[in-house]
């Protein structure tokens, strides 16, 4: 067993630098120092055909010194390139980086992404697609294509609307990059600078990317909580207390999570016009009747017209992530609490003017016989009136029409 | 025609004329503003919103248009008053006046007469104020309590909570809601016909803007206030060779035919909505 052959057993794949040192020290036949490889590939012409395409073989050694990888020798990644003369075979088989990175190959293989690789999909990235060869930096560095404000161009690459990607894969969401830059998270990144903000990877993580679907993806409806309390740790708490918790509610029916209301790539500032208009019709998705009748009443009729996100939205008076049922003495329209949820639009407000009916409907006899009793006695006075005169007006026409003609008749 | 220069009489004063002005304004603003609100998942009223910039400015006019409303209710007031102090009547005598404006049995009869009318009878022998002119007329006073009381109560619902249960004002809603939609279906339909749109009067009757009417037309429109005015001499002192004047006659008409259609296209708007949610069964 050679010298080499030890310290490649014994140094495991993440002490790749220390088979080069080993390499030198011993002075074998075989080590190839980066120089080496310099010698051809430091050429800027250097080019080779592959799959009929000019490729450049040349690698900038200052660029390569500053990367993550700089201590490493060329033929730690490119292995086959260890040969004693001066050519080594063309073409290489391609770096495999999961010799050193073992744990993230792991993770990789099994993700959406590694998944289409070992099925043969051609536009499945690979480690290089998103962090490129020789130019590979600290996610913390902002020349990295991981770096946070970097990221959305990288994932975008493929997953932009109208890509070779998206053109020849059923996808389940669309417009993701254009409603990511619209979006809270997308804004303070790109308005607002925000390296903090949630990009692409903070949410379906980096290298486990899992179709929504996948019950143990990052943005599955059972992990979505967790992902989300990555950051917004105090909502989640808040939200844990809440009506809506599983914690709180045992039920069978499915319970709502952060995307539920707030949607996903396209997810909007909470005080914003784009999200308040929507509030009734999220809350809806499950609150059907409350919504609808909610719709009926003054708040909800305003809220459809132009400057309508101004009027009382679900939430306003029933709170969002702190939702609790009205008998609740923590809720906001329990007794104890309304006259103040109120107060915050209707000033002095008082308990007699907080019985008003904010889900009302006269087309319910059984809950609201005042309200339907009031809406047919107006309809019948409707009825009434329109009929009588209806009918009037009906035979008023022809003779109307007859008293004009004897009128132009005699006119003349 | 006759040769002899046409004479006209006076049938509206100018107080009376800038009355219905301040009716027709505020009452087609109300109705606008007020149906953008009532029928807001429609296209119309969206339209209507964007184009006035949004609901708050349509509540500012419907507020704005209340209190015009208040007003012209106070000078009808002021109008009643005089004209009973110029009758020189009792109060009971000048209300019940079997020529005044209040319905009484002629008004039954005439209406009876009327639908005979229609089935190839006599015109009915009319006075200065046919029934369906009075039902307009009372109809004012009635919306106004009504719409009145409960837009009041809607304009201030912290104050009204303070009297009255807070779920009167679901109440209120449908009250305001459903009488207002009587209000703007009649006065669109029933009244435009009725005064304007029916074949002998097309596109307008221009009385309510100029004031005054020929005597000829007069003679056959209410032969009964013509032959009174005849009997007590008082046509010739009332009578006057001045027709109203081309402006003013062309303002009425641009301007009548500009609120006609307006109120036209929002009743047939509302039909076609009403139409669509019963054939949707709600």
Redesign the interface.
């Known amino acids: 067993m050679s010298h080499k052959d030890t310290l490649l057993s014994r140094a495991g794949t993440s002490l790749c630098t220390l088979l080069i040192t080993g390499m030198v020290m011993t002075g074998s036949a075989f080590a190839l120092t980066n120089d080496d490889c310099l010698g051809c590939h430091g050429d800027t012409s250097m080019t080779a055909e592959k799959d009929g395409k000019t490729i450049s073989l040349y690698v900038d050694e200052a660029t390569f010194k500053e990367t993550v990888h700089a201590e490493n020798g060329c033929v730690s990644c490119h292995v086959e390139a260890e040969v004693a003369g001066d050519e080594h075979p063309f073409p290489m088989t391609p770096v495999d980086c999961s010799s050193c990175h073992e744990e993230i190959g792991a993770i990789y293989a099994k993700s959406a992404h590694g998944v289409a690789m070992a099925k043969g999909d051609a536009l499945a990235p690979q480690c290089k697609d998103c962090h490129s060869k020789h130019d590979i930096l600290k996610p913390t560095d902002p020349r990295a294509t991981t770096y946070p404000l970097n990221i959305p161009y990288t994932c975008g690459r493929c997953h932009q609307e109208g890509s070779a990607m998206t053109a020849t894969h059923e996808l389940n969401k669309h417009n993701i990059t254009q409603n990511y830059s619209m979006s809270v998270h997308g804004k303070g990144l790109f308005e607002s600078g925000l390296i903090v903000t949630a990009v692409c990877s903070s949410c379906h993580t980096a290298h486990d990317v899992q179709k929504a679907s996948v019950p143990t993806s990052s943005v599955n409806r059972d992990n979505i909580i967790h992902t989300c309390n990555k950051c917004h740790v105090g909502i989640v708490d808040k939200f844990k207390k809440s009506v809506h918790s599983p914690l709180v509610t045992k039920t069978d029916k499915k319970l709502p999570v952060c995307i539920d209301c707030h949607t996903d790539h396209s997810i909007g500032q909470v005080h914003e016009k784009d999200f308040r208009l929507i509030i009734a019709k999220q809350c809806g998705n499950c609150h059907e009747h409350h919504s609808e009748t909610y719709l009926e009443t003054y708040h909800g009729r305003a809220s459809m017209l132009k400057g309508g996100e101004r009027t009382a939205k679900c939430s306003d008076c029933h709170g969002s992530h702190n939702i609790m049922p009205a008998q609740d003495p923590t809720s906001t329209i329990n007794t104890a609490n309304i006259v103040k949820t109120c107060s915050v639009c209707h000033p002095q407000a008082n308990l007699s003017f907080t019985t008003y009916l904010t889900h009302a409907t006269h087309n319910d006899k059984e809950n609201y016989p005042y309200l339907f009793y009031t809406f047919w006695a107006m309809t019948g006075l409707l009825v009434g009136t329109f009929s009588f005169f209806g009918l009037h007006t009906i035979l008023w026409v022809p003779r109307s029409l007859i008293e004009r003609l004897k009128a132009m008749t005699k006119g003349h | 025609?006759s040769k002899t220069p046409t004479m006209y009489v006076e049938r509206f004063s100018v107080f009376q004329r800038f009355i219905h002005l301040l009716i027709i304004l505020s009452f087609l603003t109300l109705a606008i503003t007020g149906m953008?609100?009532?029928f807001?998942?429609e296209g119309w009223?969206?339209m209507i919103?964007?184009w006035s910039?949004?609901?708050?400015?349509?509540?500012a006019l419907h507020r704005f248009c209340a209190v015009i409303t208040f007003f012209y209710f106070f000078l009808t007031m002021i109008l009643l008053y005089t004209s009973w102090k110029d009758s020189g009547k009792s109060l009971f005598g000048f209300i019940f006046d079997p020529e005044g404006l209040v319905p009484n049995l002629t008004d039954l009869k005439e209406m009876i007469g009327?639908?005979k009318?229609?089935?190839g009878g006599k015109r009915p022998y009319y006075g200065r104020w046919i029934y369906?002119e009075k039902f307009d007329f009372m109809a004012v006073f009635w919306g106004i309590a009504v719409i009145g009381s409960s837009g009041l109560a809607?304009w201030f619902?912290?104050q009204f909570?303070?009297y009255?249960?807070?779920?009167w004002?679901?109440?209120a809603?449908?009250?305001h809601s459903?009488?207002a939609?009587?209000a703007a279906?009649?006065i669109f339909?029933?009244h435009f016909?009725?005064t304007h749109l029916?074949?002998?009067k097309?596109p307008l009757d221009p009385v309510i803007f100029v004031g005054s009417i020929s005597i000829d037309e007069l003679k056959h429109e209410r032969p009964r206030e013509y032959d009174q005015l005849v009997a007590s001499g008082e046509l010739d002192k009332m009578s006057t060779r001045r027709a109203p004047t081309a402006w003013l006659a062309r303002m009425a008409t641009v301007f009548g035919i500009f609120v006609v259609t307006t109120g036209s296209i929002l009743v047939v708007s509302i039909i076609i909505t009403m139409f669509k949610y019963i054939q949707g069964g709600?």
């Open positions: 025609m953008a609100l009532k807001a998942m009223a969206a919103a964007d910039g949004g609901f708050a400015v349509l509540g009327t639908f009318w229609f089935f369906w809607l619902p912290v909570s303070k009255f249960p807070g779920y004002l679901n109440i809603t449908i009250i459903d009488e939609l009587l279906g009649f339909t029933i016909y009725n029916r074949p002998e097309f709600h």
